[in-house]
């Protein structure tokens, strides 16, 4: 059975809005301004799943990385060019700009649990996508990479009224950044 796998840059007061810099918010660009070790590549350690699994997006995020990756060489990109892919959108009507990619034609509730049946469902960015995992309790691990700089507003990856706890399986430096990997705990609330 797969496992639903969110990745999420992450500042160090836990916003997760505008990394890039794409959407224009006064902080926006937080997560670039530490170079490109720990935004580039395989960064947050998906390996074997980028040739097994699915990647669920919403749409700003697809379009985003679609525009970015499709156009390059390099293996990270060619492997999320090849990954099936599966956009949640109720404004696009068409997909194909971005190769292996499929609207999703069902609720995440029911989407996600079939999808998982033999493969991993990583998101990338997609916080509206996240809310709706995290409201149905199908998150399973959550790779962070938590970045030396305090944003002061903006989304947060967790809300308040979210309670329980995870593992904590591991930490890497990467660069100024740290990737850790959380899973669901055994003690969950």
């Not at 980028?50 to 990385?65: A, N, Q, S």
């Not at 930490?171 to 850790?180: C, H």
Request: proline fraction near 4%; glycine fraction near 10%.
């Amino acid at each position: 059975m797969g496992r639903v796998i969110v990745n999420q840059f992450v500042s160090l007061d836990g916003i997760v809005t505008d990394p890039d810099g794409s959407a224009g918010t006064a902080a926006g660009g937080w997560a670039f301004q530490h170079g490109p070790g720990p935004v580039s590549g395989d960064k947050f350690r998906l390996g074997s799943i980028l040739e097994t699994g699915v990647m669920l997006y919403g749409r700003t995020t697809w379009e985003l990385l679609g525009g970015l990756l499709s156009v390059r060489d390099d293996d990270f990109s060619v492997a999320m060019t090849k990954i099936a892919k599966i956009v949640v959108s109720s404004t696009l009507a068409d997909v194909s700009g971005w190769n292996n990619s499929q609207l999703a034609r069902q609720p995440i509730t029911e989407l996600v649990p079939s999808e998982t049946a033999d493969r991993d469902v990583v998101v990338v960015g997609s916080l509206s996508i996240v809310r709706a995992l995290q409201a149905a309790d199908l998150v399973d691990e959550y790779r962070l990479m938590t970045f030396p700089t305090i944003v002061g507003s903006g989304e947060h990856l967790f809300d308040t009224a979210q309670q329980g706890d995870l593992e904590l399986v591991s930490v890497d430096q990467v660069g100024p950044a740290v990737l850790t990997t959380y899973r669901r705990s055994e003690h969950r609330s």
